[in-house]
């Protein structure tokens, strides 16, 4: 489903705007819910009688959707994940992939696999912020999708289980072993990766898996409003600091350095750089516009 709302015009050649600047708000997704309202975009995984397991379809819409219409949407700043019934999502459906799975050979196995993880790609390079709302279950591939978020908030009753190895797979999925370690240390992720075991909400929390916790009855309201604050800020300037996060991982002190150096430059030419400074003049809180 999707609400659709206002969302601002482009000031651009037409020819410019058709092949990069869209909006989300009219897209009908087949596989998830859609909400977009005042700059916020809420996809919510909804098979709740199954605690919202992926699929196939599902895997390659939610790609696609990152990757070609959250990448160039005019009408969303900010992005929160979440889904339906008191979980987040069990991981890959167990008759629907699972099953399927044991009877291809590698090369359909394989692209399978890269499917999963071009989720993971265009989840990190679509340039709005991404907050994973979870509660209950939140296992295997759901797990995934929390850790590719930017920021999470869970419940005390969340469960997060990076759970390959309990199938017989590795712990390398989807880029576990690169993403995981970056948020909660090196040992911490290992431990998770090997014994495949629930990490707690309280303890997902005091290891920086979890941003905050909240009340679960709290938890979609408190994620969409913490978008909406990134909304109210600079989301040109946001947008280029999702991009550096991530590059940085490859890069040197060096090259990072210079790479901030030319970012920044390029934020300075933004008007909301202007706005921000002409309103502390003025003793006043700027009105950013993301431009």
């Known amino acids: 489903m999707s609400t659709n709302d206002s969302a601002a015009t482009p000031r651009v050649d037409p020819a410019l705007a058709a092949g990069n600047f869209k909006t989300a708000a009219a897209y009908q997704p087949q596989h998830f819910a859609l909400q977009v309202q005042d700059g916020v975009a809420t996809i919510t995984l909804h098979r709740p009688e199954r605690k919202n397991p992926l699929t196939f379809d599902s895997y390659a819409e939610l790609r696609d959707f990152f990757g070609q219409h959250l990448k160039y949407a005019t009408d969303v700043k900010a992005v929160v994940v979440t889904g339906a019934g008191g979980n987040f999502c069990s991981g890959g459906d167990v008759h ?147 991009t550096m996060l991530h590059q940085e991982w490859a890069m040197t002190i060096e090259q990072a350095i210079e790479s901030e150096a030319q970012a920044q430059a390029i934020c300075m030419l933004t008007e909301d750089f202007s706005r921000a400074y002409h309103a502390f003049v003025a003793k006043q809180k700027p009105k950013f516009e993301g431009n």
Do not use: H
Request: glycine share 12%.
């Open 96 to 242: 629907e992939i699972i099953g399927p799975l044991v009877r291809l050979k590698a090369p359909e196995l394989l692209a399978f696999t890269r499917m999963t993880g071009d989720l993971v790609k265009a989840m990190r390079a679509c340039p709005q912020p991404i907050i994973a709302a979870v509660d209950g279950v939140c296992a295997g591939a759901g797990a995934i999708v929390a850790m590719s978020s930017d920021l999470r908030v869970g419940t005390a009753r969340s469960k997060t289980a990076f759970l390959f190895n309990r199938v017989g797979l590795a712990g390398c999925d989807m880029g576990a072993c690169a993403i995981l370690p970056r948020i909660i240390g090196q040992g911490r992720a290992s431990e998770l990766l090997y014994t495949g075991r629930a990490m707690g909400g309280e303890e997902g929390e005091r290891w920086g898996f979890y941003n905050r916790l909240v009340a679960p009855e709290e938890l979609l309201a408190n994620a969409q409003a913490w978008a909406a604050d990134l909304v109210q800020g600079p989301t040109f300037a946001n947008g280029i600091t999702k």
